[in-house]
């Protein structure tokens, strides 16, 4: 069950990918997460692309082409992943598709004012990487997460400069990405402007609608 998670920055992946992946007991893997896990790391590509995510940029392939073929190579991933923030490009896209084969494609759409609003209020565990939001989504103790009760913080990049940034970079290179899956027949489109608090919030069953009609099931992936 290879699944690819696509949406503008701030649009939900990673907190949906929180709850689908405990569903199907498969990684919720980030490229995100794994360049700021280098970053944290001092490593010499935490370093390189640091410079590129502080501007809200892409990093360039050969530094998250290379991440990601490190993390694929764990033993969890036998069973499947679901993979955000990875492809970004159509030449992204390409390489995929030379690594691995996709089975779907789940992509959440929402109003930009919705964006700006979820990036600004977005915060996030030091130890866990749980995802919280400062109105729509509180943690029960201010600042504190939940699960492992560590320091929530904010990213670097949920700056407002740089988020526009990201979101014009995403809408001139990730958005032709729709296309390319469209043509393959493997994308579906999510709506996902409603608040997760709200009891009308159904993304998640959607999401799950979608890879139980594909005949993939919690039981099958066990
Ligand atoms: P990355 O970490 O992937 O950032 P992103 O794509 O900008 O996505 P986000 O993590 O910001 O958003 P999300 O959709 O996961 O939203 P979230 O669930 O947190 O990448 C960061 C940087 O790394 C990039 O800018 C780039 O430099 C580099 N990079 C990564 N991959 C790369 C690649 N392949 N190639 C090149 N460079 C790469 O939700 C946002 C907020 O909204 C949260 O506070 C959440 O609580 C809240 N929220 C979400 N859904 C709801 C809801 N339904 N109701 C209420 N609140 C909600």
Avoid at 47 to 75: N, S, T, W
Avoid at 104 to 128: A, H, S
Avoid at 130 to 148: A, M, S, V
Avoid at 199 to 206: A, G, L, S, W
């Amino acid at each position: 069950m290879k699944i690819v998670l696509l949406g503008a920055p701030g649009a939900g992946k990673g907190t949906y990918a929180s709850r689908l992946k405990k569903t199907y007991n498969i990684p919720h893997i980030s490229t995100g997460d794994l360049l700021r896990e280098a970053v944290k790391n001092n490593t010499e590509q935490g370093i390189e692309a640091k410079k590129y995510m502080d501007k809200g940029q892409f990093v360039p392939d050969e530094i998250i082409v290379d991440i990601l073929k490190e993390r694929l190579k764990q033993d969890d991933t036998q069973k499947g992943m679901l993979l955000d923030g990875f492809p970004r490009t159509i030449k992204q896209a390409e390489l995929l598709d030379e690594i691995t084969d996709i089975n779907k494609v789940l992509k959440f759409n929402l109003e930009e004012d919705t964006i700006l609003r979820r990036l600004g209020g977005r915060i996030i565990c030091k130890g866990c990487g749980e995802i919280f939001h400062k109105q729509n989504l509180k943690p029960k103790e201010e600042g504190i997460c939940d699960h492992c009760k560590n320091e929530l913080y904010q990213r670097d990049d949920d700056k407002d400069e740089t988020i526009l940034e990201r979101l014009k970079i995403y809408n001139e290179q990730t958005s032709p990405l729709v296309k390319y899956y469209s043509d393959k027949n493997l994308l579906h489109n999510i709506d996902a402007n409603t608040d997760i608090s709200h009891p009308d919030c159904n993304v998640i069953e959607e999401c799950e609608k979608i890879l139980n009609l594909i005949g993939i099931n919690n039981n099958e992936t066990n």
